[in-house]
């Protein structure tokens, strides 16, 4: 095994100090494209699920380092993968996970997993298990490129783009809010930003209908780190409320665990919650809150065009952020 491997699966993976190394060098190396930190070095990105965003900005990063990044689309390249450990493999699945990661570390020196689960158990989808026996088994670091639960990469160029507009964070007023989206999604974004806004003493509203809460072991620890770090994280089921004297409003939609093995009831309960949208009104109760998304949104639905195209929007800054918050992740995990 790589002596220095080292798995990225959570925002929790990272400690306050090593995420103010990361931010800072992350802001440091901005627009600044050439470097050849990582030549000779092969990314190998393994996508299940669909993405824009997530590949290409580490594709960018990637070959701005001076590395080589191998995107291989999971989902219809590589073989249907067996997870059981001691399987007798005489079903469906080709390949052990073991055998596909010990594989493929002998090719790359870092793979990327990106696997959402839906499967109609909570506790099934909560243990992400392919993205952890991924990391069990590969010889070489492993990163969580988005899962059910966490997107970590995400939330480091979140928190990157408000330090921007903000500078300091410890303090500021950060709504995390659920918004409409008539599909059952993840929690892998905003799972993951609660925990970085939260770690960085940030003062965390958490907004959302009854029945879309989040994590309870995610919101506890949040809440844990919030009050360590001079911060807090507090609940509320309005919208109206949660957003009021916000500086930063974040929202995206996310799945109910109390629905989740019944995805038709959750759009039903849907149906009355139309008024989860961020529009012009919701936005005048905040402080003039910088406005974010980590997309893709549903435009109308999740949010109005005058939210996403306004003055306060930062969608494409976190989107741009990507690029220098993976660049930074990379060069710390492989430098
Ligand atoms: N925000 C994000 O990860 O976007 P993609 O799904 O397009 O990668």
Redo the contacts with the bound molecule.
């Keep these: 095994m790589t002596p220095t491997k080292r798995d990225i699966l959570s925002a929790a993976d990272l400690g306050r100090g090593e995420l103010e190394n990361l931010l800072e060098l992350a802001q440091r190396t901005k627009g600044k494209r050439q470097s050849q930190v990582l030549a000779g070095r092969t990314l190998g990105l393994l996508f299940f699920d ?6 290409v900005s580490f594709e960018v990063a990637a070959t701005q380092l001076g590395a080589h990044c191998l995107n291989i689309f999971a989902d219809r390249e590589i073989y249907d993968l067996e997870q059981v450990e001691r399987a007798v493999m005489d079903g469906h699945a080709e390949e052990h996970v073991k055998d596909a990661a010990r594989t493929l570390s002998r090719y790359v020196d870092l793979l990327g997993v990106r696997k959402l689960s839906r499967t109609g158990s909570w506790e099934e989808d909560r243990a992400e298990q392919l993205l952890r026996s991924y990391a069990k088994y590969a010889d070489v670091p492993v990163v969580n490129l ?1 899962s059910t639960m966490e ?1 970590p990469c ?1 939330a480091i160029a979140d928190v990157m783009t408000m330090q921007e507009h903000l500078t300091s964070l410890k303090g500021r007023r950060f709504t995390l809010a659920w918004s409409m989206n008539p599909e059952p999604k993840n929690m892998g ?1 905003c799972h993951s930003v609660l925990q970085l806004a939260a770690r960085l003493g940030m003062e965390v509203t958490l907004a959302h209908p009854l029945g879309f809460e989040l994590d309870k072991d995610i919101v506890e620890q949040a809440s844990r780190d919030a009050a360590d770090s001079g911060g807090q994280v507090r609940v509320v089921n309005e919208l109206e409320a949660g957003v009021q004297d916000a500086e930063v409003v974040y929202t995206r939609s996310w799945g109910s665990t109390r629905y989740w093995s019944d995805p038709e009831r959750e759009i039903m309960v849907k149906r009355s919650l139309q008024s989860w949208i961020f529009d012009e009104a919701t936005m005048a109760r905040t402080a003039n809150a910088l406005f974010m998304h ?3 949104v549903r435009r109308g639905v999740g949010a109005t065009d005058a939210v996403l195209d306004g003055p306060r929007s930062v969608i494409y800054d976190q ?1 741009e952020n990507r690029v220098y918050a993976q660049k930074a992740l990379l060069t710390h995990l492989l430098g």
């Design positions: 669909r993405s824009l965003r997530t590949r988005e997107h995400q974004p980590p997309l893709p989107a």
